[in-house]
């Protein structure tokens, strides 16, 4: 038998005081009654420039919304932490629908509190849910953002002048590598020959080693990035004052250096969950799998910056219409990745809604790093 | 900017560039804290200082609009912080270790607090000097822009070896740092000088703070400290108690910070998780190398909680 945990011992000896003498007294059965209520949990704070603020700016979308009560917790680690988070808006705060939005959330944290919940709804940003896999209470949604980072490619590769781009990263995850690949993509829709040099820093929040990567890629004489870690204002700053260009991540960095920003993949969650919530108020289902790209309304770009070419304008204008017509494909055969090995034949190609890119572990021919 | 192609020679400039900026805080904690346990005591709390500071000297720099005033006000935040510090421990049999370790907490906590609003806006950089514009290499030019706080600290260890050497205020704090009997024996106030000298240490670990935040890498946010508070406690022990080689373990521990991402940069990916562990590998390797079984902290203070 499973020893219960603190939150489990707390939760029973309340609930029979409860019963016993306070009744209807204690705070979460009030926070029961309130209707809908929601967990939001982040992995660093919801105010980065970056990946936890969109989320957070959703989240005070849904805040908004008529009833329906908004808990959040900010800094949970990808640990037990965020188990025992969950537990907690579960139990005492009385949530039903909880967004816990990091990638490593979800397994093994979320998967083993699912079975043990029936009644909740686990939304997770970024996992791949698969039916025969997961429990039917937990679901996974996420935008085709790689689409932005192909735009942003498209920008970079008009504004390099020594053909070299440069990608800070935290980790080598599926996501990020399709980001990488995009970007790289993008700009070699402009000139074949440009290459991306990736540097990953392996955590999503390091700031000083953000800061060494972009001056290391400053160093080689890289001179548009972007990135892909949690809070983009580090990498921003440092490359903004090296005299590099920008393309923006997550959020739009644009005031932090406003003419050496060309364009950047914004996330638009607070559409996504909006919508989200709606239908639970309605009495439907949340799909288990959701997905969507810039035309869905998941993500959108940055507006071109002031450095942005007509050329660049034209082109970006062109590709971003082409995308919003649906079935867009960023990888097309015959590509190898940077090892060589084949990763599409001739003709074949992979769309942006194909699930295969949402498993991907290779960085393509050009891109300049390794994925271990 | 010029896209020069210097290839593996980005290595060893790369080094020698994060030698310089990612060093500053480092060298900064470390002398604070090679000051306080001169004198007979540990403060463990330094990278909660050293977090408030970057918040403080963030804030204020933000609200006023200049960097020096930022680093002030951080300076004084985290003497506020080494005199509480101070202040406890002369209590009676009171833990130096574990009041330090409840301020570091502490001191995290209450900058995370305060530092909610300061995250977003953008606040003045402090001035760096240009000692690369010889070269025609930007990436020269980079490596050699010297911000004025690493000059100062050279100055200050250069300052705090020969205050310990050769003045009356370093032989009263060693007395103090090596026997509190002889101390009072000779009339000076042990728990005084200790007091003020974990106020100073305190003080030149908010400046470390500041300097994260106001110049390398620049911004305040929650993870702005990746454990260099802690870090240069361990550093003090490495250089022996002594001021200069706390400048040249800051230096080590700089550079090696900066192997991960030049490797990579220049093509070198597989095992960046390895590079990333440089600098504790060489802190391994250099501890081993260095100590003996009998000259093992022979140069600790006496009175120091870790020797007693």
Redesign the interface.
């Known amino acids: 038998m499973k020893t219960p945990t603190r939150r489990q011992f707390l939760k029973t000896t309340s609930l029979v005081a409860g019963a016993a003498a306070l009744g209807s007294a204690l705070p979460f059965s009030a926070a029961r009654a309130a209707g809908l209520t929601i967990g939001f949990i982040y992995v660093?704070?919801k105010?980065?420039?970056g990946y936890n603020q969109a989320h957070a700016e959703g989240a005070a979308a849904v805040k908004a919304m008529e009833g329906v009560t908004v808990v959040e917790e900010e800094?949970v680690a990808e640990t037990v932490d965020v188990q025992k988070s969950m537990e907690s808006m579960i139990n005492f705060d009385g949530a039903s629908l909880l967004f816990p939005t990091s990638f490593g959330y979800f397994d093994p944290h979320i998967l083993a509190l699912a079975p043990k919940y029936p009644d909740v709804r686990f939304e997770h940003c970024g996992g791949l849910w698969s039916a025969d896999k997961h429990p039917k209470n937990t679901g996974s949604y996420f935008g085709y953002i790689g689409m932005g980072q192909f735009l942003n490619g498209i920008a970079a590769g008009h504004a390099t002048?020594?053909k070299?781009i440069g990608f800070v990263a935290a980790k080598p995850i599926p996501q990020v590598l399709l980001n990488i690949n995009s970007f790289l993509l993008g700009a070699r829709t402009v000139d074949p020959s440009i290459t991306c040099?990736?540097?990953?820093?392996?955590e999503w929040?390091?700031?000083?080693?953000?800061?060494?990567?972009t001056?290391?890629?400053?160093?080689?004489?890289v001179?548009v990035v972007t990135c892909h870690v949690d809070?983009p204002?580090?990498v921003m700053?440092?490359a903004a004052?090296?005299?590099?260009y920008l393309c923006g991540y997550h959020a739009n960095q644009s005031?932090?250096a406003p003419d050496k920003y060309l364009t950047g993949a914004e996330w638009n969650w607070a559409n996504v969950y909006t919508g989200m919530v709606k239908t639970v108020q309605s009495g439907g289902t949340i799909p288990n799998f959701v997905r969507g790209g810039l035309a869905e309304g998941f993500i959108k770009m940055s507006p071109l910056g002031p450095a942005v070419s007509d050329a660049a304008r034209k082109q970006f204008t062109e590709t971003h219409d082409a995308i919003m017509k649906g079935n867009y494909a960023v990888i097309n055969g015959p590509m190898k990745d940077n090892k060589g090995n084949v990763i599409a034949t001739a003709g074949q190609s992979f769309v942006e809604t194909d699930v295969a890119l949402e498993s991907m572990d290779y960085l393509v021919d050009g891109v300049?790093?390794?994925t271990? | 900017?010029t896209?020069?192609?210097?290839?593996w020679w980005?290595v060893p400039?790369?080094i020698l560039?994060?030698a310089i900026?990612?060093s500053t805080p480092f060298l900064f904690v470390s002398l604070g804290e090679c000051l306080t346990e001169r004198s007979g005591r540990i403060n463990l709390g330094l990278e909660g200082t050293l977090v408030f500071g970057a918040m403080s000297g963030y804030a204020v720099a933000y609200e006023t609009n200049s960097a020096w005033l930022g680093v002030l006000a951080a300076a004084i935040a985290g003497s506020m912080f080494g005199l509480f510090h101070g202040w406890i421990c002369k209590l009676p049999r009171v833990n130096d270790i574990a009041i330090g370790i409840a301020l570091m907490l502490f001191g995290m906590g209450l900058a995370?607090f305060f530092g909610?609003p300061y995250?977003?806006p953008?606040a003045p950089d402090l001035p760096a000097f240009e000692f690369g514009a010889w070269s025609s290499l930007?990436?020269m030019q980079?490596?050699l822009k010297v911000n004025v706080l690493f000059l100062v600290g050279i100055v200050l260890a250069i300052a705090m070896a020969w205050m310990f050497r050769a003045t009356r205020l370093g032989l009263t704090i060693r007395v103090v740092g090596d026997s509190t009997d002889s101390a009072r024996a000779l009339g000076i106030n042990p728990d005084l000088v200790r007091l003020l000298a974990t106020g100073a240490g305190g003080a030149l670990a908010g400046v470390a703070g500041a300097y994260?935040s106001l110049y390398?890498?620049?911004?305040w946010?929650?993870?702005?400290s990746?454990g260099q508070g802690l870090m240069a406690v361990a550093l003090v022990i490495f250089a022996r108690w002594n001021p200069i080689n706390c400048f040249w373990a800051a230096l080590m521990f700089g550079g090696a910070?900066?192997l991960?991402?030049?490797l990579?940069?220049?093509?070198v990916?597989?095992?960046?998780?390895l590079f990333?562990a440089a600098p504790y590998v060489l802190t391994l390797v250099v501890l081993v190398a260095t100590s003996s079984g009998r000259g093992l902290l022979a140069s600790a203070p006496g009175s120091l909680s870790i020797t007693k």
């Open positions: 660093g704070p105010d980065d420039y800094n002048k020594s070299k040099q990736v540097i990953f820093t392996g929040s390091l700031a000083v080693k953000e800061a060494e990567a001056n290391a890629l400053a160093d080689q004489g001179d809070g204002k580090v700053e440092t004052g090296r005299g590099m005031p932090l300049i790093g390794s271990s | 900017m896209g020069a192609d210097i290839g980005g400039l790369a560039g994060g900026r990612v995370f909610k995250i977003q953008v930007p990436q980079a490596a994260l390398y890498p620049g911004s946010n929650e993870g702005i990746s910070g900066a991960g991402p030049a990579q940069s220049v093509g990916s597989q095992g960046y998780y990333y």
